[in-house]
């Protein structure tokens, strides 16, 4: 209910306004966003969290974001966060935490249309049929948008469009036994402006600076198994295969093309005995990634297990995982460069129950961080335009980044009031960095981040809640002498110190609904600027959203949104240590937009 009450349309504008990660289109691509939790930063931010679709990892093995505009908003049923755990079950890269989603299982039929400004248009259906014990379902969604800025002399804005759709048979007998398969599709192609000058994106963000297009064709593949094995046990085995090709055309020209493939496997073991729980298997994920020169791979195995034993008004967790990362470049005309890292990780954590409406909760994890394959592997550049890569190296100065994370947190709820506090400091050993200066990914020596989180749900009176979550976060550079001492006791850029995002749900009569919502994110020092010395900083980022339902039945909903009422002009900064008009503004969510839509469920 409150995914489709929020008024958002696309997952990236539901988790920027909603559920309290740091969301910015990447330089201006929504498809692929950046994210950003407990202060590793917009730049890298992405890649020290773990993004799962129904148990199956987004992540890609380079410096792509996970691409969101694939997974319809419409059909999630949930979206858990998991701030600073989660590396015993999600593993490489689970630094600041996780975040699950989980998409419904379908019922009847579902159809949902909207249109607004700026030429934006779409459409979704869902339908579920249940044959005796067999139970099919089917869903597709299109999207499109015209673009905020001026056409060039070609024609060209920084429009969009996106086509989803799914298949999913779930096949369950009476003794238990549970079997799936899916396949989905995705075609997107996105269109996004270049970047202004200071000046140029303070006067007028509907410029056309260029516009770069970025395309994806996305196929996805799952079978999965759950029986019982005895007592309370049950075993589990999944299989999923994904093939993906990625379309980059800049607006001078140069083209760069990725085919990507991956497949993954699990075989895992759940059980419960008296107060102990547990789960534990084996999962394997080997992917690859071919630019038409050579092809690089980096494949993950691991063993894991999470543990769970609950007292009266105790619960305890324990995990551990062992997890090899192995990489391989192959290329026709040279010899096959391979290397692994091996990455231990475990956590702990302890619920202690106060009373009927509190509790305190404390964690504790060590995880870490392979490199992707652009920081393992160094480019070799054509010397002659346009400067194509012709061949891959090996990286020497970058290894694992290594996280130790403690939270110690208090719950407390009632009927009218869900508050959660927690504080939180993680401690981190190469902490992996693109160096400004040198354009080489390396290592921070040391660093580390602590911060405050406050998240409250407040029933204010019959028909009236208003919620709130409250971040703060610092992260600092404690010694970088390996590479440039200079960044010693620096702030790590792109990481804003305070974050606000409050709103109000009223619903004054029982068919009608009306959302508010803002959210404020503070300055921070520009992408790159790890000397904390640029003249120009990241701007402070706000938007004022509002949204009406108006429940015709139990049936049918007309709703209408207003995204960015005050028309505040936003951007993600890219520093430069050369004159500021060189210093790249990125303009994202910076124009008014609306919509109107229904939906109906037969």
Known sequence: EDIQASGAMTLYDYLAKFSGLQVGSAFGNKEAPLLNMRGYGFENGYQNMVVSLNG?????????SPILSAISLDAIEKIEISRGVGSSLYGDGAMAGVVEITTRALDGYRVQAHAGSYGATGVAAQAAQT??????????????????????A?????????????????WQTQEGLKLKASMARSDIDGRYNDYFTAAQWRQDPFVNRGINRQRYNQATDGVSMEMPIGGTMRMGLSHQEQTRTSDLLTWY??????????????VHLNGKHDHLSWRTGVQQAKASREDGVGRVHKDNRAYFANLHYSQESRTWMLGIRREKVSYLYTQPSSADLGNSHDLPMWEVGLNQTLSSTSSWFATYAKSRLAPDVDRFYSAIYDTNPPYQVVGQSFNGFVVPAQAATWTLGYNHQTTRNRLKLAVFRADLKNEIYLEPVTYSNTNIDRSHKYGLEIQDQWAVRPGLAARATY???????????????AYNGKNLPGVSRDTLLWGLRWQPQPRHLVNVSQVWRGSAYA???FSNTYAIRQPIYRSTDVSYEYRWDRQTQFFVAVNNL??????????????????GFYAIDFARTWLLGLRHQF
């Open 56 to 64: 199956q990892r987004l992540n890609a093995i380079d410096q792509s």
């Open 131 to 152: 044959f005796e014990r067999v139970q099919v379902e089917a869903g597709i969604e299109d999207r499109r948008f015209d673009g905020y800025v001026q056409p060039d």
């Open 154 to 170: 070609q024609g060209q804005r920084d429009g969009s469009k996106a086509g989803n759709w799914r298949l999913g048979l779930i």
């Open 253 to 266: 020209g140069s083209t760069i093309r990725y085919d990507y493939r991956q497949t993954s496997d699990e």
């Open 471 to 485: 971040t703060y976060t610092v992260a600092k550079i404690d010694s970088a002498d390996s590479t440039d001492a």
């Open 527 to 529: 992408f790159k600027d």
């Open 566 to 583: 005050l028309q505040q002009n936003n951007a993600i900064v890219v520093g430069s240590t050369t004159p500021t008009n060189l210093t």
